[in-house]
């Protein structure tokens, strides 16, 4: 119930935002910029570089509202989705089932180099809800676990856009932490996600 009421504040939020926005772009101020994006590949200490077709998939959608000064304000939510294997111990294996969707509010600025090839860089907070499930076999028996929490972190990233393509690397830090014991689940039930992830994406 909290999630949800979390999640419908930030998508009013952002419909206030784009409205009135909308307004002020009539007369020249502000510019609209709807975007989607996807991980090529992500990295983290407990899982290394992995890339995103390997274990899984990811999608991620924002709204950025540009002003004239190069300065600009956002939403963005993105979805991950990750499986895995794991064989901990002799005669153990373990199924896991990750998934992570961050909802973020962030801060842009952009720099015009002609007006085709666009650096920009930025960071925000973000509320991140975290699901793990396994599903442990161990000599014929099999015992399933399903977590679950909303965390607050912090998101910093850069990219590069050329017209509508753009690359952008991206550090989420957040300790999803969802005491799990490490002998169930390698990562020790924190966040897979929570480290550098590289995205590429197309902002209309």
Not at 53 to 65: A, D, K, P, R, T
Not at 75 to 91: K, N, R, V
Not at 107 to 114: A, D, L, P
Not at 150 to 177: C, K, N, R
């Amino acid at each position: 119930m909290r999630e949800t009421s979390l999640i419908a504040a930030l998508l009013f939020m952002t419909g206030i935002l784009a409205w009135s926005a909308q307004a002020e772009e009539d007369e020249g101020g502000i510019e609209i910029e709807p975007g989607i994006k996807t991980v090529v590949f992500f990295y983290n200490s407990a899982e290394g570089v992995r890339l995103s077709v390997e274990s899984g998939w990811s999608l991620g959608g924002e709204l950025i509202l540009w002003f004239e000064q190069g300065f600009g304000i956002g939403a963005e939510i993105e979805y991950y989705a990750m499986s895995e294997t794991l064989h901990p111990l002799p005669g153990v294996e373990v199924a896991a089932d990750y998934s992570q969707m961050p909802i973020c509010i962030n801060g842009y600025y952009r720099f015009k180099w002609g007006d085709d090839l666009v650096p920009f860089f930025g960071g925000g907070i973000a509320f991140v809800r975290s699901s793990a499930s396994t599903s442990t076999s161990a000599f014929g028996n099999t015992i399933d676990f399903d977590f679950s929490d909303t965390f607050i972190g912090m998101t910093v990233f850069a990219g590069l856009q050329y017209y509508g393509f753009y690359v952008e690397a991206q550090w989420l830090q957040v300790d999803a932490d969802l005491g799990i014991n490490p002998g169930i689940l390698a990562a020790g039930g924190h966040s897979e996600a929570s480290g550098l992830s590289v995205w590429v994406g197309w902002r209309f």
